[in-house]
């Protein structure tokens, strides 16, 4: 029911939205669940595992009952979503209606479903879990539904600095944000609400002899005005991270009808200071059905009625503790609902008010299905019924300490306020002010807030600027600790997993007495609130139920994030190809004009093959592209291999000590394999080194490595051998490099170059400097197909052009493009590797490359490479294999036995790593794994896939079959 | 969490790779198990640690980072060419 | 007690009064046979299996904290045997036969769901390493399906086929890998051991290890001395200092990992699905949370918490593969301490110290060995000498090189895994 003359909200412009495909209306300021309230709404959603009807219990982020789906949003509290025209909200966890839910049968079955009941039951048979429990259990829980739709609406994350984060924009966040700002300090104020002001916005008080809203209004417009200040409302600092950085989650258009703005931000801002004033989250008393629609905590109720003009009952009983709830009742009753009884569990209550007092008294029952009716309270030896529609209760205030804990530190406990506070100094660099720090009146937390902006400052180095502190009311109000009311009954702690004072009890009478072992049995405070407003008195009960004080019995852990993050939001950016960068070649769209299909290779793309007409499959080109390397000409872009620039006086010796080989005694004009071990004595990676000049290498590496070979160069120049001049560089994406190969390469290279190239002048293995077209180009004599081949390497600006030059220039001679699948053929004719034998667990002995580790000299890996275990005879070793048995098929991932024994693990005898049809050599081959293959050859042994049900015999090979002597490259 | 790098100042940890404790690699002709000790064997400590870290999103440069393993407290950093 | 639905009625009916403690809080003896150090998964099983198999009873788990509170109940609760090496191959699997017998043998529902894992290959050369993979399992007598791009499609129609940075090309289906409840395994152990006689002893830290002849002969803790003649350390992420205390360095560095949790959503992930190009896993528990994880944070740690750059990266590969959790929202992140091998493969073995036996290096995969870990550490503490499937978490492996378990292949040196 709206209150004429209160509230905060426009009640000019009135806003439409549905419930439920029932329509409402509200005005722009309210939130979903003040809108339903004042229309009378109770029946807001659906417990977790009881599936009890549930109210509006907050009024803000720490809301655990009315949680809705909003258009495609499951579980968003009605307590934070903003009404807007056309907001479609629905009901969840029930069913056909939120009125009649089938499962509220459970409730029915409470005392058999109590604390980690399904521990004891369900026990089998085998599969019966699987088959029958866990599919009802898992359709009976969950709260919200996800639409089942791709998310594809925008979400962005921001990076923010600044000198001082203030959380929280109440009366101490206010403070601490204004004196840091005036005195010239970057300022970031964040507040989780639509509208800044915090505590201010819910209560009728005076601040500097203003009302409250209109003081912070003033102090809002004057920090707006500042160049050095942003103000971030609707943005919850969700996590506190290492050295000042923060996590913040930025609702920017959730208020909004679809549009343009990203539905969310994540923020994280990086803050030399920040000032924790979250203020303080009312805490409920246990008391039996305090779970009915209706029954709500009083600082709400007056918040409803102060920021939206919303009376959340038209009789309210008040339940407290505490003097604090008493301000509802006044509230109240200024506003004109009726007040139709207090209830105070202290003694000493003032009667003398135009109210039923019942002081020394507890509400001991509640009736009503779907909504409160009626409360009943016990006190002085009677119990009386008491007609109520809306009981609202206080046990008293928790700060929210939460962001303070975020690092592993537990807060500590405060008997003057019966609450915990953050442990001083538990986030360095942050710092709890107001309520978030235990002062629980106006005056001490604009007081405080004030202190808190100047420490900061003063940390900072900064001078500070006079700032008056205003006049605001300074009593604290009187608590006496009281949690439970005993009596018949279910009294529930956490409300939406139904979690009672019975199943904390359970759990200690079963020995889970240690908080955690109670929260995780009883999953008290795993809800979607986390416990915000049940895990305190939910360890008062635990305490009691065990012997203990609250102190000794101890805290959960708080953990980030303060309130729930969309995934989304989280990982802006990430969808469809954002998750990781692209990288294209120059020779990228000539290849994709040619139709060839591109595969990801390290973060590149590379063509798989190029199709030619008429061919239906990619073996058909790729057996093409074979032939045309084998009989005239291919051409591929190897630009993505890694290329290392090293430079230096020392640059050879440097070289010497991260390759197995000798590369200081390569002579300038020439070309070396080499490998590359990592310390552990595997092999890392390998590539080639080609001497430019005395002091100048540029080394290659594979495609997927070049990042790590680099980082590791780094780290052998830096950290191993400083002694050594040598200056590194990247120039992978600065040139552009093709292969050339086949037996007529040194037409087509000839066709290219501006001088000519001569077997005299460029044999196998050489490198040098050429004029290409009339650009400073490079060429390296080397072969990875086995055939005459070079490459030519042009800066990366020319590429392309090269690029189609050549491969026209190779049509023009029989030859063409090839792409990934022909080159794969190639190299596993020769036997030569990829990352499919260098795979990281494999040696230079079990490669049968032992010779390239030089005897004089260390080297990265030599001394690990030694090791007995390293050299073992039967470990597996290099292979080719050929297929003899009567499929011809090879597999790369089979596994190799003896040809009788049965193919288990204990007879497994090595693997394939590659596999392809070789239309050289009219045959399957592969490259295979063999314990102490290398003194097998000739043997037959059997492949055995049981995944794709192939197996064969195969002949045990060397691992070089196509033109082994080498002439073919050599020329 | 944020290292200080001694030429670029105060940076994000994500443009940073670790590398694990800063200890001095064994000379030519080191037995089995110094190398052992090198490669494997970690004091592993829960409090202060002296750690190598690359600056590979930034100006590549190897660091050594006085750190604390449970507070995550940063106490310094300075290059790795200087020496371990 | 033994616990039935019976049971359950029995007591509903009777106000729910006749629960017995799930077990004692013993005050420690002055002498045990047998103690085990940390009282985490690992811990418990043993304690179990040696009262079980062994016959043995005067045995005491010591925790620090609280039973179960370490890595056991702060992981991402995935089950699974789909190794390829051996020594990992025949533990793994061994242990996944025992979960599938767990609870009828702890008489306690630890809700194992072997709702199937389905990994992910992108390339041509990953689904050769998953075919390598998934032969080696059907070798050791698991089941493996190779999954075509159409086949992953079947299981997964919410992945993004058309869109995504890394194309899929096909899964690898481990049809008995799954989930359990973390907590209810450590708690159905601990039961389990309690109720043979084993003493569990929380808050009590121990502080030294006695040692005197080159034998252990017991140990020191917050809550007096303990003698014993056999000790086995289990503390996971603390292993170095427990080991210390011993004067032993180990082959291991701690490091955080990171898990998450979302709310409560309706049925929306039915299998275990893993997204090796984005370190990303994830499952739906039963109560409904997407229970996700990732890569570790990389760097040496002991504080259980990581930070934002790996906390953005797990929720970004989830936004790529399958954007239609995007609108979940997390509701908790944590991190655990995991004690890191070089080779990413763990430790089951004496130490140099007499009656002194070391179970650790479980890096991030513990939680599906607690089981066959429990079992073979038992095993090996009780009659000195190797369980079979276990027989290869040898200490000396990475001295010798010999019989290194480099499953990702990124090397045996610390901080590549």
Known sequence: MRVEGYGLVDRARPVRFSFDGQGHEGFAGDTLASALLAGGMRLMGRSFKYHRPRGVFTCGSEEPSALMTVGDTPNVRATVQEVFAGLEARSQNAWPSLKWDALEVNDLLSPFLGAGFYYKTFMGPHRLWERLFEPVIRRAAGLGALSGARDAARYEKAFAHCDLLVIGAGPAGL?????????????????????????????????????????????????????????????????????????????????????????????????????LAAGAIERPIAHPGNDRPGVMLAGAVRGYLHRYGVAAGKRVVVFANNDDAHRTVQDLHAAGVRVAAVVDSRPEVPRDAPWPVHAGAVVAATRGRLGLEAVQVRGAGREIWIEADCLAVSGGWNPALHLTSHMGARPVWNEAIAAFVPLPGAVPGLEAAGAAAGVMDTAGCLADGLRAGKAALKALGRRTKAVSLPE??????????????????????????????????????????????MKRYTTQGMATDQGKTSNVTALAVLADATGRSIPATGTTTFRPPYTPVSIAAMGAGALGDG?????????????????????????????????APGEATWREASDREVGMVRQAVGVTDVSTLGKIDVQGRDAGRFLDFVYTGRMSTLKPGRVRYGLMLREDGHVMDDGTAARLNDGHYLITTTTAAAGQVMQHLDFVAQVLRPDLDVSLMSVTEQWAQFAVAGPRALELVNAVTDAEITDAEWPFMSCGAVPVAGVAGRLFRISFSGERGYEIAVPARYGESLWRLLVAQAEMLGGGPYGMEALNVLRIEKGFLTHAELHGRTTAFDLGMQGMLKSEGDFIGKAGAARPGLLADDREQLVGLRPVGAVKQLLAGAHLFEAGAEAVRENSQGYVTSAGYSPTLQSYLGLAFLKGGRARLGETVRMVDHLRSVQTLCEVVAPQVFDAGGGRMRG | MRLPCPCCGDRDIREFTYRGAALARPGEGAGIDRWDDYLHLRDNPAGAVRDLWYHGGGCGAWLVVERDTVTHAVDGARLAAEGL | MRYSAFEILKQGLTGNRGWKPVWRDPVPKDEYDIVIIGGGGHGLSTAYYLAKEHGLRNIAVLEKGFIGGGNVGRNTTIVRANYFLPGNSEFYSHSLKMWEGLESDLNYNVMHSQRGLINLFHSDGQRDAFARRGNAMINQGDDAVLLDREGVRRHLPYLDFDNVRFPIYGGLLHPRGGTARHDAVAWGYARGADSRGVDLIQNCEVTGIDISGGRVTGVQTTRGAIRASKVGIVVAGRSGQVAAMAGMRLPIESHVLQAFVTEGLKPVIDHVVSFGMGHFYISQSDKGGLVFGGDLDFYASYAARGNLPMKEHVMEAAMTLMPVIGRARVLRSWGGIMDMTPDGSPIIDKTPVDGLYLDAGWCYGGFKAVPGSGFSFAHLIATDRHHAPAARFRLDRFRSGAGLMDEEGTGSQHNLH
């Open chain 1, 579 to 611: 998750f990781a960068p692209q990288r294209f070649t120059t020779s990228d769209s000539a290849a994709r004009q040619r139709g060839a299909p591109m595969i990801e290779a390290g973060l590149w793309y590379r063509p798989s093959y190029f199709p």
């Open chain 1, 472 to 517: 605001a009311v300074a009593e604290v109000g009187g608590i006496d600790a009281f949690w439970q009311v005993q009596a018949k009954g279910r009294a529930w702690l956490d409300l939406q997993n139904d979690v009672t004072t019975k199943d904390v009890a359970l759990a200690a009478q079963e020995n889970f007495r240690s908080v955690e072992h």
């Open chain 1, 175 to 275: 403070m601490a944000a204004l004196v840091a700002a005036r005195s010239g300090a970057e300022v970031i104020l964040a507040d989780e609400g639509a509208r800044m002001g915090g505590r201010m916005l819910l209560e009728d008080e005076e601040v500097g002899g203003l009302p409250g809203t209109l003081w912070a209004d003033e102090v809002l417009a004057e920090l707006a005005a500042l160049p050095n200040v942003r103000l971030m409302p609707r943005t919850t600092v969700t996590g506190a991270y290492d050295h000042g950085t923060y996590g913040a989650l930025e609702r920017v258009a959730l208020h909004l009808p679809d549009g343009d703005a990203p539905r969310e931000c994540f923020w994280r801002i990086v803050a030399r200071r920040a000032v």
